[in-house]
């Protein structure tokens, strides 16, 4: 049994105007319990061929995405470690968020485990801490690492969540006037951040072309719906997003800057999202990715997916989804009309945030493909591992009477 964290105070961001309520409402209440946990293994894999002999050793990081492990009747083997993990003296940061426009967590029931080998370091909990929020309303649990050396190890938080959909009412949001000045806690989403470096010239190149000088002729509500459409007509979804590894374990999230993902015109799922907030912030309207995870249903496992929330001081955080605006064939309907997966998504009750960033904006060090975690302070650590993400999580059900029916 694990134990739980300190949990230090708690830094709001504003969630906007009260009037929000009768235009942004919050439905169909679902709690969840997230689990992430991160698994790292430095034992090199020995590659068989059809006939069960050995062909050769990889490094980790070089079997995807260039040689998936299934293709060709290829089997596995695990031969001795390329090298350990000394975790004296180590630190270990792993992001969660408390408030996003359609979710809440019970900050007071997070929880964590962590295991050098097959050794529970309970001190990494007892001497570890929670941060409070930073600037984009981002918070941290930092795992304070003790003795061990292995070639394995691993670590979890778990975080019940209620989740909502989000119905909104289309008139009045498009009614709404540009705000005359941005708050100083809502100012750090306008400006570059992790992976969104929407100070680059190509996001500002951009919103010339789509919008030309007509940006705020219209209201933001409707600027915001060019701006994403613009991004929809010029660039297109290719590969997937999720790196997969051995037994199509999850490796990470494969995402490049957003810069040079725009520039390439080609992106996955999550830089799709990334160039959208770019765009949205080099337009002057505060914005953030958030990272998270969506129920399909109890034959498959929870996946990772990214969505967007950009802001107003009249309406809070609003969401948007570019993969449900692509499927929906906005691009083809007036700015003027209703676009289902822009403020309306009754399916964010299925989903829950793990993170505003894919990796924490600190001096620490991540791992590729991002898996939002960063570690410092390692005595040792291998030239090369392999990473897996496991996500759990588990339904507890409808909340009735919570929520506004549309």
Do not use: C
Not at 24 to 35: G, K, Q, S
Not at 163 to 188: F, H, M, N, T
């Amino acid at each position: 049994m694990s134990l739980k964290f300190t949990i230090l105070a708690t830094l709001f961001l504003p969630m906007g105007h009260v009037g929000a309520q009768e235009i942004l409402n919050r439905v169909d209440a679902h709690d969840w319990e997230l689990t992430v946990e991160i698994r790292l293994s430095s034992e090199v894999p020995i590659q068989l061929g059809p006939d069960g002999r050995p062909m050769g050793i990889f490094r980790p990081d070089q079997l995807w995405p260039f040689r998936p492990p299934w293709i060709d009747g290829t089997r596995w083997l695990e031969v001795k470690p390329n090298g350990f993990f000394d975790i004296q003296g180590g630190r270990i940061r792993m992001p969660f968020v408390e408030e996003t426009a359609s979710s809440e967590a019970k900050v007071e029931r997070l929880d964590g485990a962590f295991f050098i080998g097959t050794r529970q370091d309970k001190s990494a909990i007892a001497n570890g801490k929670v941060f409070p929020k930073d600037v984009l309303g981002e918070r941290a649990v930092q795992f304070a690492l003790g003795e061990g050396r292995d070639t394995t190890m691993r670590w979890s938080i778990m975080l019940p969540h209620r989740s909502y959909g989000i119905v909104v009412d289309e008139s009045q949001a498009a009614k709404l006037p540009w705000p005359r000045s941005v708050s100083s806690e809502v100012a750090p989403a306008l400006k570059p951040s992790g992976l969104i470096d929407s100070d680059d010239p190509v996001f500002a190149k951009a919103v010339k072309n789509i919008a030309g000088d007509r940006l705020q002729v219209v209201s933001p509500w409707r600027a915001a719906k060019s701006l994403l459409a613009g991004v929809i007509r010029t660039i297109r979804v290719g590969e997937p997003a999720t790196a997969r590894g051995r037994s199509t374990a999850i490796r990470g999230i494969v995402a490049r800057q957003a810069s040079e993902a725009a520039k390439s015109n080609v992106v996955n799922p999550v830089e799709d999202v990334l160039v959208a907030v770019g765009v949205l912030r080099a337009a002057g309207l505060p914005a953030r990715a958030v990272h998270g995870v969506r129920f399909l249903n109890l034959r498959f496992p929870p996946e990772p997916i990214t969505w967007g929330e950009w802001f107003h001081p009249d309406l809070g955080w609003v969401p948007f989804d570019m993969e449900f605006l692509r499927g929906d064939g906005v691009i083809n309907r007036g700015v003027d009309q209703k676009w289902r997966g822009f403020g309306e998504i009754r399916d964010l009750e299925r989903r829950v945030p793990i993170a505003f960033r894919l990796h924490p904006e600190t001096d620490a060090r991540g791992w590729y493909p991002w898996a939002w975690w960063s570690w410092e302070g390692l005595a040792e650590q291998p030239d090369f591992f392999e990473q897996a993400v496991e996500l759990q999580l588990i339904n507890r059900g409808r909340v009735p009477n919570r929520g506004v029916a549309p």
